[in-house]
């Protein structure tokens, strides 16, 4: 089952332009991490924010977490052609007892445009 | 550091033959993970090991079967494949609990005729 639902499924933006992309999830979290991954290959941790987080920043990656809604959003900054790939939000898969996986939705397809 | 690494990158198999995908990470990390990805859809955890010597049942545990006999290798055995299983299986390993962040390996495309 999935927790977390990106939107939109897919973006193309001019190379430049900020890309927003943005996650819904269900129940109640302790973290949210996202991760890229490029055609073909694995992912790659981007960022995890916490519960008790609003805003967390690395390099030109932004996110935002509202609890109150249940929604997270990635801000790319002046985006590069190498920034074309897929985006996933995950959050801790739960089963009997403690945290034992993360949970992904199906991702935002994101195409920088040159 | 190699991080987590999967052998093979790709196999064929026909229905009915069996396969086991290695994984392996040299971050001495406790936790790791097998996930399956299919088109248009998010990883889905298959089986997972909280330490050496432990596995559990993920989402999708029917018709695999993993060991970790050792901490740094973590085997996802396939003993009769079917086409359902047609897939690409990432590999994952983690220094915290099953929440936290996660080190994925560059995945094994599995091609089931």
């Known amino acids: 089952s999935q927790q977390g639902e990106e939107d939109p499924q897919a973006l193309s933006i001019q190379e430049g332009e900020n890309a927003t992309m943005n996650c819904s999830y269900k129940?109640?979290?302790?973290?949210l991490q996202w991760y890229r991954q490029n055609s073909g290959r694995g992912l790659v941790h981007l960022i995890l924010i916490r519960s008790n987080e609003r805003e967390k920043h690395s390099g030109r990656l932004r996110v935002t977490l509202d609890t109150s809604k249940k929604s997270s959003s990635l801000l790319i900054t002046a985006s590069r052609a190498a920034d074309t790939a897929s985006y996933f939000c995950?959050?801790?898969?739960?089963?009997?007892?403690?945290?034992?996986?993360?949970?992904f939705g199906k991702g935002t397809h994101l195409i920088i445009q040159p | 550091n190699a991080g987590v690494t999967q052998t093979p990158k790709f196999r064929v198999l026909k229905t009915g033959q069996s396969m086991t995908l290695l994984c392996a990470q040299d971050?001495?990390?406790?936790?790791m993970y097998w996930y399956r990805q299919d088109p248009g859809m998010g990883l889905r955890l298959i089986h997972y090991?909280?330490?050496?010597?432990?596995?559990a049942k993920g989402e999708v545990p029917d018709g695999y079967n993993v060991s970790r006999l050792k901490k740094q290798n973590f085997l996802l055995g396939l003993e009769s494949a079917a086409p359902s299983q047609t897939s690409v299986y990432f590999c994952?390993?983690?220094?915290?609990?099953?929440?936290?962040?996660?080190?994925f390996g560059p995945g094994t495309r599995l091609l089931v005729l």
């Open positions: 995950a959050t801790a898969r739960y089963s009997g007892g403690g945290a034992d996986g993360l949970t």
């Open positions: 971050m001495n990390h406790e936790y």
């Open positions: 090991s909280v330490g050496e010597g432990t596995t």
């Open positions: 129940t109640s979290i302790n973290n």
């Open positions: 994952a390993s983690s220094s915290l609990a099953g929440g936290e962040t996660q080190y």
